[in-house]
C-alpha cells in the first residue's frame, strides 16, 4: 500500500496543482473568445523522509460561453522509461466578482488519469475547488492567489481504493506579452495529511503556462 500512495502523489502535482486545474486569470474570456493553452509543470513531492522529482506537459482549449462563465478543456502526459501517466480535465471558471483593481472567480473542475509504471495500472479520479483572486497591475498584466481543495481518488487492481485530500495555494503573474499571447509563471505548495505510514504528504511546484488568445 505504501508504494501505491508514494505512485498516488506523484501524480498528485506532477500533473498540475494537485490535478486541479491550471492556474489561469481571474478573469473570464468574453462570450465566444477562444483561447489555446500550453504548458509545463516541475514539482517536488515529499513523503516522509523520501523526496523525488515530477514532471509533465499540458495543453487545452478555453472558451467564453458567456460573460462571467469559461469552460476549459485540456489533455496532459508525462513519461519516462519507469513511469507514465496520461490524462484529461474539465474545468468551469464562475466570475464572482469584478473591478477596474479586483477580480473573483471560481474555478471548479474534475479529471482523469492513467498511471502506468512496472507492468501495472491505476486510474486516479479528481475533483478540484481553486478560488482565483487577481489584482490588475495595469498594462493587461494580473497579479493571481489561488487557495484550493483537491480531493482525488486512485483505483487500482488488486488494491484497496485510496482517497487524498489536498490543501494549499498558488501564487502566479499574468504577464501580457501583447493583446494575443500571455505567459503565466506560478509556483504552488500542498498538503495532504495522507501519505505514508510516518508522514503526509507535501507537494512544491513550478509551472509555466502559454495563453494564445485567437481573436475568434
Known amino acids: 500500500m505504501s508504494r ?18 491550471r492556474l489561469s486569470r481571474a478573469t473570464t474570456l468574453p ?3 477562444v483561447e489555446l493553452v500550453a504548458g509545463s509543470n516541475l514539482s517536488l513531492v515529499g513523503a516522509g523522509e ?49 473591478s477596474e483593481l479586483f477580480e473573483l472567480a471560481l474555478d471548479p473542475g474534475v479529471s482523469w488519469d492513467l ?16 478560488v482565483l483572486a487577481g489584482l490588475n497591475l495595469g498594462d493587461g498584466h494580473q497579479l493571481i492567489l489561488s487557495p484550493g481543495f483537491i480531493l482525488q481518488w486512485v483505483s487500482s487492481d488488486g488494491a484497496a481504493p485510496v482517497r487524498q485530500p489536498f490543501v494549499g495555494t498558488a501564487l502566479g503573474v499574468a504577464l501580457e506579452i501583447d493583446r494575443s499571447f500571455t ?12 501519505g505514508n505510514e510516518t508522514a503526509g504528504t507535501t507537494v512544491a511546484q513550478l509551472s509555466l503556462g502559454a495563453f494564445f488568445n485567437l481573436g475568434i
Open 50 to 98: 523520501i523526496d523525488f522529482p515530477a514532471g509533465s506537459l499540458d495543453g487545452g482549449l478555453r472558451v467564453g460561453i458567456f460573460d462571467g462563465l469559461e469552460l476549459g478543456v485540456s489533455l496532459r502526459g508525462a513519461y519516462t522509461p519507469a513511469i507514465s501517466v496520461w490524462g484529461a480535465a474539465l474545468d468551469a471558471k464562475i466570475q464572482l466578482y469584478r
Open 31 to 33: 462570450r465566444g473568445q
Open 115 to 130: 498511471l502506468s509504471t512496472a507492468g501495472e495500472n491505476a486510474s486516479f479520479y479528481s475533483a478540484a475547488l481553486p
Open 4 to 21: 501505491l500512495v508514494l505512485l498516488f502523489a506523484l501524480l498528485s502535482l506532477g500533473t498540475g496543482c494537485a490535478s486541479g486545474p
Open 183 to 194: 505567459l503565466l509563471p506560478s509556483a504552488g505548495l500542498y498538503y495532504s495529511w495522507v
